[in-house]
């Protein structure tokens, strides 16, 4: 079993930043892909920023520029790192990890979520 860990969610005003953290624990062998989702109010889940074990990244046309996703391999965490932050950027946001345990088995994990809103 992998569990996903999410925090530093919070309440911003708009054009602050904020730093979300998934820490991944349990017996993992590689971790292909990192991603980020958020899901606001009556809105269906979407994929705000992805990166994989090569280190390419991919993020929706609404953070280009402002966000930034990494990871630090040695403590199995991705981070997202959330710049002038508007207030469409509220919702809450998901962590999802993908990849190996030790035992060769595929793993897709999903954070708790942890909300974010940006006031104006």
């Known amino acids: 079993q992998v569990q996903l860990v999410e925090s530093g969610g919070g309440l911003v005003q708009a054009g602050g930043s904020l730093r979300l953290s998934c820490a991944a624990s349990g017996s993992i062998r590689s971790i292909n892909t990192m991603a980020w989702y958020r899901q606001a109010p009556g809105k269906q889940r979407e994929l705000v920023a992805t990166l994989t074990s090569g280190g390419n990244t991919n993020y929706a046309d609404s953070v280009k520029g402002r966000f930034t996703i990494s990871r630090d391999n040695a403590k199995n965490t991705v981070f997202l790192q959330m710049n002038s932050l508007k207030p469409e950027d509220t919702a809450v946001y998901y962590c999802?990890?993908?990849?190996?345990?030790?035992?060769?088995?595929?793993?897709?994990?999903w954070g708790q979520g942890t909300q974010v809103t940006v006031s104006s």
């Open positions: 999802n990890l993908a990849g190996y345990r030790m035992s060769l088995n595929w793993f897709d994990s």
